[in-house]
């Protein structure tokens, strides 16, 4: 008895679930209503998790349009194994890219683990964020799912999935190519149905070397100009999926990445800035006499010197020159009293200025000395 109950409930169930296709379903396409109201299919999830967003139709599997659908629009019955090999082995798709376009799901831990495509179940196109679209098999519909939703499994949500980008790392032939060198860059393949686009900066430095050929282009270094060169590749991917746009993220997909280098000799660096300074007396008493020593730094040697003085109190106008050389020598002239130090005394200014040899110019602070007696400071030679 409770076996005829189960296999009565089996088939109103079915029934049931043929019904609700046929309200949905209409020659294979959806109306405007159920398009702009799309419903749970399956379970009790979230309408966030599981939706229809496209109609029955025998034209593509999982496969074809996660991976090849999305690319060239052509149907193509795969399998996981053969995507994994073809796609991924290759590397040209990789694993946890910062911009994911892809998933693959694993049926299990013990597969999952040991990444064995032949455990690969099911396959979609991650379209924003967190949420794939897929058909579900053959003769399927069109779904958008939250990622871990698994269409296989209502109500379970599984973790053994991978998401993957597609592979924009460039490859050159010649990491370090100088004038007259011709060299390749690429990626680790060309994905079915993907636009790539190639640029070189500057072209006084560097040109295309014939025709880039999808993901592969020749270049040539024509200049031994010192310049940084920059190659850049854009790969475009991901056509709009069948389905209702609605639901979409912005399609295609684009990508970019480039490779920088040098070539050409760089100039000398430059000299560090000129510096300079002096040192010696800070007094000079009655028919005395004073020293300074200059030090100078950086810049192009030789360095020219010279020496410049003025009263403080500017009775004597403008500073003059009183000397040329590192070393200055002054001598105290015109006291008034030689007998004995008078109380009186004389302030002067005295500065430096040092050229090097490509006439740059460096000016010191003043020094101040303080002489006795009314009093002119000469110099010794």
Request: charged share 15%; proline share 5%; aromatic share 14%.
């Amino acid at each position: 008895m409770k076996k005829i109950l189960f296999a009565y409930f089996s088939m109103t169930i079915l029934l049931f679930a043929c019904q609700k296709e046929d309200l949905l379903v209409d020659n294979g396409t959806f109306s405007e209503k159920e398009l702009s109201n799309p419903q749970i299919i399956l379970g009790d999830e979230p309408t966030n998790e599981h939706l229809q967003i496209g109609a029955v139709d025998n034209l593509y599997n999982c496969f074809g349009l996660a991976f090849t659908l999305c690319e060239t629009g052509e149907k193509e019955i795969g399998n996981g194994y053969s995507f994994y090999n073809d796609y991924v082995q290759t590397g040209i798709f990789k694993e946890n890219g910062l911009f994911p376009s892809k998933v693959l799901y694993w049926s299990d831990a013990i597969y999952y683990a040991a990444k064995d495509p032949t455990g690969i179940t099911h396959a979609a196109m991650i379209t924003d964020g967190d949420i794939v679209r897929s058909k579900e098999g053959i003769g399927g519909a069109l779904y958008q799912n939250s990622i871990n939703y698994y269409y296989l499994n209502p109500g379970v949500s599984y973790s053994y999935f991978r998401r993957y980008s597609l592979n924009m790392d460039l490859i050159m032939s010649n990491a370090s190519p100088e004038n007259g060198n011709i060299f390749t860059v690429r990626t680790n393949g060309s994905a079915p149905g993907v636009l790539y686009q190639w640029t070189c900066t500057p072209s006084n430095v560097i040109q295309f070397y014939g025709t880039p050929s999808g993901h592969l282009a020749t270049f040539k270094i024509i200049s031994d100009d010192y310049e940084q060169v920059t190659i850049t590749l854009r790969a475009t991917h991901q056509t709009e999926p069948t389905g209702d746009n609605s639901y979409s993220r912005s399609y295609p997909v684009e990508l970019s990445s480039n490779k920088r280098f040098t070539v050409g000799t760089p100039p000398p660096p430059p000299p560090p800035a000129l510096l300079a300074n002096f040192t010696g007396s800070t007094s000079i008493l009655v028919n005395g006499t004073g020293s300074w020593t200059a030090t100078a730094s950086g810049g192009i040697s030789p360095y020219t010197y010279s020496w410049w003085l003025k009263r403080s109190d500017g009775s004597t106008g403008e500073a003059y020159m009183v000397g040329t050389g590192s070393k200055l020598f002054l001598m105290s002239v015109s006291a008034k009293s030689t007998t004995k130090q008078p109380i009186q005394t004389t302030n002067f200014d005295l500065y430096l200025k040092v050229w090097d040899s490509q006439n740059s110019i460096y000016q010191t602070s003043i020094h101040r000395i303080t002489a006795y007696g009314d009093v002119n400071l000469v110099s010794m030679y």
